[in-house]
């Protein structure tokens, strides 16, 4: 028990030593910023899947982008939904010709927006937009995460009042690279839990600390970090909403496959 309490601390205090990164892409269209919605994690069972390189046979997606290709193995079995939604979308050809529509200060990119402000375009299929969110304790938002963004929150009115909701996500996805971790940001991490695992693999691999626990994680980029780190980094115009490369950078095609050594 007091390593779970322990683990719980972990996430809250990810939450409060990186509070200052632009967290736009957690909520889209709801601007509202409680969350009431928990998982149960044991870090005696827990696995940080996204360590460990794909396996022959893994499903994964093959990005072509305009600044290159990066490819990542999926987790059906852990966000089942949003997987399925997002192959559906990429084997229809969804993705083709979709925007980079977001590039935020090194530490992620958005993208699959058929329109570059990254809203929806008229006639879209909003049922796709409605996935309800799937958190998972061996998944989290490591260097080279993709995740479903959210989209949208349903709440009663007693939730509204007191916190609480369903979240859903949709077809648009952030591409995670990293903040940067100074050393008093290592010492934090490592200090405010009983179980050094996690906030250690932040310290060792990267990522967005301050993201775990809110993004249904689909995947994990295995090859292309590069284009990654380019994605994450480009010059933009914000709309009030967005970071929106100045240039246009597309997706030209996801492709659904399977990992071969």
């Not at 028990?1 to 889209?28: C, D, E, P, R, S």
């Not at 080279?144 to 007693?158: E, H, P, Q």
């Not at 995947?219 to 590069?226: A, I, K, P, S």
């Amino acid at each position: 028990m007091k390593k779970n309490k322990g683990l719980g601390k972990l996430i809250l205090a990810l939450t409060v030593i990186m509070g200052g990164l632009t967290v736009l892409l957690l909520f889209i269209q709801s601007k509202q910023n409680k969350n009431n919605t928990y998982i149960t994690i044991d870090p005696e069972t827990m696995n940080l899947i996204q360590l460990e390189p794909p396996e022959p046979g893994d499903p994964i997606a093959i990005v072509d982008t305009t600044l290159g290709e990066f490819r990542f193995v999926l987790y059906p079995e852990q966000s089942p939904n949003a997987v399925k939604n997002f192959v559906e979308l990429a084997e229809s050809g969804y993705y083709d010709g979709t925007y980079v529509f977001n590039s935020d200060s090194g530490a992620y990119s958005a993208a699959g927006s058929k329109l570059k402000n990254g809203e929806m375009p008229e006639g879209y299929d909003m049922a796709r937009e409605l996935v309800k969110r799937e958190l998972h304790q061996d998944l989290w938002p490591f260097k080279g995460a993709v995740c479903s963004l959210n989209t949208t929150i349903d709440r009663t009115f007693k939730e509204k009042a007191f916190g609480g909701g369903t979240y859903f996500n949709g077809s648009r996805f952030a591409i995670l690279n990293t903040i940067e971790f100074d050393e008093e940001t290592k010492k934090q991490l490592l200090e405010v839990s009983d179980n050094e695992k996690l906030g250690q693999a932040f310290i060792d691999h990267g990522g967005i600390p301050n993201f775990s626990q809110q993004l249904t994680v689909i995947g994990q980029t295995y090859e292309g970090l590069d284009v990654v780190e380019a994605l994450a980094d480009l010059e933009t115009d914000t709309n009030g909403v967005y970071k929106i490369p100045k240039e246009d950078i597309m997706i030209n095609s996801v492709v659904i496959s399977e990992y071969t050594e």
